[in-house]
């Protein structure tokens, strides 16, 4: 709904009429207009999205990444990108999904780019996993809730989890799962197809199971060592 | 429902809907296999939700802080990026030293040739003598194979 009243009753402006005169066709935000205001010159105006907006954007780096370095370099390089394509930022449309949309770019080139360093390092699951994934895998589906105890366990488990999987997989699996999105949403914030999308979701599906099938074999291959070990 | 929706359910589907939960809950207790798999699949999918959750809830992210960082990073982009005429000569910096080498190679070759003219003088003459020589017995030598292809 637009309202070039509402938007000067919000931020008492009183010359609000000649300022956005020239964006009457479309509905304005009260983020197109601090947008305007920070493509006139006024940093204070872009202060008051990045204040509006950044737990927004920490959360979707948090999701990718643990190390709190790399979260709050996304966090500023999703902002300081933002604030330069702020003139191709179309108005009336959701300025939240737009800097979430260059955020996942972030996070998907900081995956692509620790990929090809190979930072990845699978290790076995410890016993305590092994016998919560047990316990997990004998309950219903519906019926998994986890503890905080139980959240660390499952964190760690996950950390060993995902490193095995391209940057392309973990984006999907995160912003299905994590970020609760639909196929088309992660269309949207990608760039992809929706036909690639949901390609993509079947193929990281299955090397998620793949990537946990092969955590659970090692693990099935240290207890049978330690049992031979015992019978000798 | 069949087993192969179920598995699209549970690829594609939100499970936050609930027709999309009952559903999957539905055809589960008649299948097995299903079961199984709708089990395996919650289990991953709690993992994956749980990747960040292990640090402590988010201590107050300092907004402060965060302004300034941002402030800093714009500034210095904007002072690293070079003017118009900058960039583009960058643009094209590899290929000016292809030019400047290409143009010095010419040049002294030209040179060497201007020299070499200079100390021989009457070079320039027979050269044309002989080109000349060479274009008059080249096109008696296409007359005479023409000749020959006719009478063939």
């Known amino acids: 709904m637009l309202i070039n009243q509402s938007i000067e009753t919000t931020f008492g402006v009183g010359s609000g009429e000649t300022e956005l005169a020239q964006f009457n066709a479309v509905p304005l935000t009260a983020d197109d207009f601090l947008i305007e205001k920070t493509l006139n010159g006024d940093e204070v105006a872009f202060e008051s999205l990045m204040r509006k907006h950044h737990k927004r954007v920490f959360s979707i780096a948090r999701r990718f990444f643990r190390s709190r370095e790399t979260v709050e370099d996304i966090v500023q390089e999703t902002f300081s990108k933002a604030f330069f394509s702020l003139s191709s930022y179309r108005r009336g449309a959701a300025f939240d999904q737009w800097l979430a949309k260059i955020a996942v770019n972030n996070c998907y080139d900081e995956l692509r780019r620790r990929k090809k360093r190979s930072e990845s390092l699978i290790t076995d699951l410890s016993d305590d996993e092994e016998y919560w994934l047990e316990s997990k895998l004998s309950q219903s589906a519906f019926d998994i809730h986890l503890s905080e105890s139980e959240r660390e366990i499952a964190a760690e488990i996950s950390g060993k989890l995902l490193v095995g999987l391209s940057p392309e997989d973990r984006l999907v699996l995160t912003l299905l799962h994590a970020e609760n999105n639909s196929i088309r949403e992660i269309a949207h914030i990608t760039g992809w197809s929706e036909a690639k999308v949901k390609i993509r979701a079947f193929r990281a599906r299955h090397a998620m199971r793949k990537a946990f099938a092969r955590l659970r074999k090692a693990e099935e291959r240290k207890t049978v060592a330690i049992q031979g070990d015992r019978t000798k | ?152």
Not at chain 2, 13 to 40: I, M, N, Q
Request: hydrophobic fraction near 40%; aromatic fraction near 6%.
């Open chain 2, 1 to 152: 429902m069949k087993c192969r929706e179920a598995i699209r359910l549970m690829t594609y589907g939100r499970d936050a809907e609930t027709a999309v939960r009952s559903a999957l809950k539905g055809h589960a207790a008649s299948c097995p296999k299903c079961r199984h798999e709708l089990t395996t699949h919650s289990v991953l999918k709690s993992l994956v939700e749980q990747y960040s959750n292990h640090q402590a809830e988010q201590d107050a992210w300092e907004e402060t802080r965060l302004i300034n960082q941002v402030r800093a990073r714009i500034h210095a982009a904007r002072e690293n990026v070079p003017l118009t005429w900058e960039s583009a000569i960058i643009s094209i910096r590899s290929w000016l030293f292809a030019f400047a080498a290409a143009a010095i190679f010419l040049l002294a070759l030209s040179g060497q040739l201007a020299v070499k003219q200079n100390q021989s003088g009457g070079a320039a003459p027979q050269i044309e003598d002989l080109i000349s020589n060479n274009t008059q017995l080249n096109s008696s030598r296409d007359f005479n194979n023409d000749g020959a292809d006719n009478a063939r």
